[in-house]
Nanobody, 120 residues
Framework: QVRLVESGGGLVQAGGSLRLSCATSGSIFSINSIKAMGWYRQAPGKQRELVAV???????NYADSVKGRFIISRDNVKNTVTLQMNSLKPEDTAVYYC???????????WGQGTQVTVSS
């Protein structure tokens, strides 16, 4: 089992930046079997949506709404994944969740979420 703990959320003005971090813990086997890690977000009254994902080969994908503003990265030594968020907009306000996917037969692991609020 992989445990995830997010940090770095907070309140920022539009145009500002925040850096989210996700620390992973668990057995060496569990951590080494992670195939992809990502960040999702959920705004009030909306469905949870994918923000960015990074795979074991370091390929990345981003939601169209954050391309060019957000950067996802992974440190395999520290077992952390970060989301650098720049040029933040009020519509980026949401609870951000870290996730780790080991593929079948394992269900994805989720963190508890961290609130990001962008004021106009």
């Amino acid at each position: 089992q992989v445990r995830l703990v997010e940090s770095g959320g907070g309140l920022v003005q539009a145009g500002g930046s925040l850096r989210l971090s996700c620390a992973t813990s668990g057995s060496i086997f569990s951590i080494n079997s992670i195939k992809a890690m990502g960040w999702y977000r959920q705004a009030p009254g909306k469905q949870r949506e994918l923000v960015a994902v990074i795979r074991s080969g370091s390929s990345t994908n981003y939601a169209d709404s954050v391309k060019g503003r957000f950067i996802i990265s992974r440190d395999n030594v520290k077992n952390t994944v970060t989301l650098q968020m720049n040029s933040l907009k009020p519509e980026d306000t949401a609870v951000y969740y870290c996730t780790a996917d080991r593929g079948p037969p394992y269900a994805p692991s989720w963190g508890q979420g961290t609130q990001v609020t962008v004021s106009s």
